[in-house]
C-alpha cells in the first residue's frame, strides 16, 4: 500500500484484496474495547430498554456499511471522493472536513480508553497505585500512540486480525462463563418495565458508537478489492464482519455493566477483573483491549488521510497525518482527562456531534445508491437538490438531539429520550429517494412530450 494515496481510481495491480479480508478488516475494527463506554451508557441511561432488540437492529444496520463499500469498489476512490459526485467538490470539501474532525474525535476517545485500561490494570497488579497509576498510564499510553504507526499498515492490520480473534474468544468465554446471553434475555424480555421509546433511544446511541460511525469510511477499504470480486460478496461480508464483531463486543459490554465489570463515572472508565472469573483471563483481556484500540486508532488515521486530502484536494502522505492525528488526538484527549467536566459527558457530546452530518448522509448515500446515481455523472441541480436535504437532515437531526450541550424540540416532546440518529438517517433516505423518483417522473414526461405527433396524410 503506498504511503500517497491517490484520489483517483486504483490500477488494477492495486486490486488485490479479497471480499472476505475486507470483511476480517470490518471485524477487527468493530471488535475494540472502544464499544466498553457505549454499552455502559445504554445501561445507565436506558436502564428500561430491549436490549437484545437492540442488538439485533444495529447489527443488521451494518448493511448500510456494505451498500456504501460497493462505490468504491465500482469507482477505485474513498468515501469522500465517492461523496463529491453527490454534492460537488466545494460543499463536499466541508462534509469532509466534518468527516476529518470526527476521526480525530475518535482517536482522542480511544487514547483516553487505552489510559483508563492501562491504570485499571496497574492498579489491580499494584504496580503503581492513586493518580500516580493515571500518570503512568498516560506516558505509556501516549508513547503507544505515536509508535504503533511506526510498524506500518500492512503489519498493522494483519495484528488487529490477531487480536481481534483473541477478543472474541474471550468475549465468548467471559459470556458464557457470566451467563451472559440468560442475562440479556432476563433484562430484555422477563421485565415488566420495558420501555420502547427507550429501546429506540437505545438503538439510536448503540448507531452512533456503531455502523453510523463506520459508513464515511467503507469505501476506503472495499476500493482495494480485485475487480473479479462478486457485487453481492461486497455487500454481505462486510455487513457480517461489522455486524457479528460489534454484536459481540456490544453484548460482552452489557454484561459487564450489568455485573460491574465496567465502571463509567465522572472519574471515566474502569475494567474491574470482577465476573472475568481469573485474573489472567481479566490481564489477558486488558492486554488485547490495548492492543486492539491502539490498532484502530491506526486505521482510524489511515482513514482520515483520505477525508483531508479531500478537503484540502491534494494527496497527503499517510505518514505524516497519522502524525498529525496523533499530536490533535493527545491534546483532545488531555482535555478530556483534565478539563473536562467528565469523560461520561464527553463520550456522549462527542457521539451526538458526529451523527449530526453522518445520519442524513448515510440516508442520502443509501438512496443514491440504489437508484444507481453514483455512476453517471450528476448535473448542478441535483447537488443542490442533495445539498438542501442534507441541510434539513441536518437540521432535524439537531432538533431531535438530546446532549449535554443541548436538548432538542423534538427530544422535549419525546420525554428527553434522543433518536436523532434515526430521524436523520430516515429523512436523507426518504427525501433523497422522492427527489429521485419525481425527477424519474419529469424526464419521462418530458420524453412523452418531445415525440412528434404522427404526420396526417390526406388521400385523395
Known amino acids: ?31 475494540t474495547a472502544s464499544t466498553l463506554p457505549l454499552g455502559a451508557l445504554l445501561v445507565e441511561l436506558f436502564p428500561s430498554a430491549n436490549f437484545l432488540v437492540v442488538l439485533v437492529l444495529a447489527s443488521v444496520f451494518f448493511i448500510t456499511v456494505g451498500a456504501i463499500s460497493l462505490p468504491g469498489f465500482n469507482l477505485g476512490i474513498p468515501t469522500m471522493a465517492v461523496s463529491s459526485r453527490l454534492y460537488g467538490d466545494k460543499f463536499n470539501r466541508l462534509v469532509s472536513f466534518s468527516n476529518w474532525l470526527s476521526q480525530v474525535g475518535w482517536q482522542a476517545i480511544v487514547l483516553v480508553l487505552v489510559i483508563y485500561v492501562l491504570r485499571s490494570m496497574l492498579s489491580y497488579l499494584g504496580l503503581v497505585n492513586g493518580s500516580n497509576a493515571l500518570g503512568v498510564a498516560i506516558i505509556l499510553g501516549i508513547f503507544a500512540n505515536f509508535f504503533i504507526p511506526i510498524i506500518g499498515y500492512q503489519a498493522i492490520v494483519k495484528a488487529q486480525s490477531i487480536v481481534s480473534i483473541f477478543m472474541g474468544i474471550f468475549a465468548l468465554y467471559i459470556l458464557i462463563k457470566m451467563h451472559g446471553f440468560a442475562q440479556l434475555w432476563e433484562r430484555s424480555f422477563n421485565q415488566t ?15 452512533m458508537g456503531g455502523a453510523l460511525s463506520w459508513t464515511m469510511f467503507a469505501s476506503d477499504y472495499s476500493r482495494y478489492l480485485n475487480r473479479t470480486s462478486n457485487r453481492l460478496a461486497i455487500l454481505i461480508w462486510p455487513t457480517l464482519g461489522g455486524g457479528i464483531g460489534s454484536a459481540l463486543i456490544l453484548s460482552l459490554a452489557l454484561v459487564l455493566t450489568f455485573t460491574g465489570g465496567v465502571n463509567l463515572s465522572a472519574g471515566g472508565l474502569e475494567i474491574t477483573a470482577a465476573g472475568m472469573h481469573s485474573p489472567i483471563i481479566y490481564l489477558s483481556f486488558c492486554v488485547f483491549a490495548i492492543l486492539g484500540l491502539l490498532a484502530s486508532n491506526f486505521l482510524n488515521s489511515y482513514s482520515s488521510a ?10 497527503l502522505n499517510r505518514k505524516y497525518v497519522t502524525v498529525i492525528d496523533a499530536i490533535l488526538a493527545t491534546l483532545v484527549a488531555i482535555y478530556i482527562l483534565f478539563v473536562s467536566p ?3 459527558d464527553s ?21 443514491a445508491i440504489i437508484f444507481r446515481d453514483l455512476l453517471t455523472p450528476t448535473c448542478k441541480k441535483a447537488q443542490y437538490g442533495r445539498v438542501t436535504i442534507l441541510l434539513i437532515g441536518v ?40 427527489r429521485r423518483i419525481a425527477f424519474n417522473i419529469g424526464r419521462d414526461k418530458r420524453a412523452r412530450d418531445s415525440v412528434p405527433a404522427p404526420v396526417m396524410i390526406d388521400h385523395i
Not at 490500477?11 to 479479497?18: M, P, V, Y
Open 1 to 31: 500500500m503506498n504511503d500517497v494515496h491517490s484520489l483517483l481510481p486504483t490500477n488494477d495491480s492495486e486490486r488485490t484484496a479479497s471480499a472476505g479480508g475486507v470483511a476480517l478488516i470490518w471485524l477487527a475494527a468493530t471488535m
Open 193 to 207: 418495565s420495558i420501555s420502547w421509546i427507550q429501546t429506540f433511544s437505545a438503538l439510536s446511541l448503540a448507531l
Open 306 to 315: 483520505f477525508s483531508l486530502a479531500v478537503t484540502l484536494n491534494r494527496d
Open 342 to 344: 467528565s469523560f461520561f
Open 347 to 367: 463520550f456522549q457530546t462527542f457521539l451526538d456531534l458526529l451523527i449530526i452530518i453522518a445520519a442524513p448522509w448515510t440516508g442520502i448515500m443509501c438512496s
Open 395 to 434: 437540521f432535524a437531526t439537531i432538533l431531535f438531539s438530546n446532549n449535554p450541550l443541548w436538548e432538542g424540540w423534538g427530544a422535549m416532546l419525546l420525554a428527553n429520550n434522543d433518536i436523532s440518529p434515526l430521524v436523520g438517517f430516515i429523512i436523507g433516505l426518504f427525501l433523497e429517494s422522492a
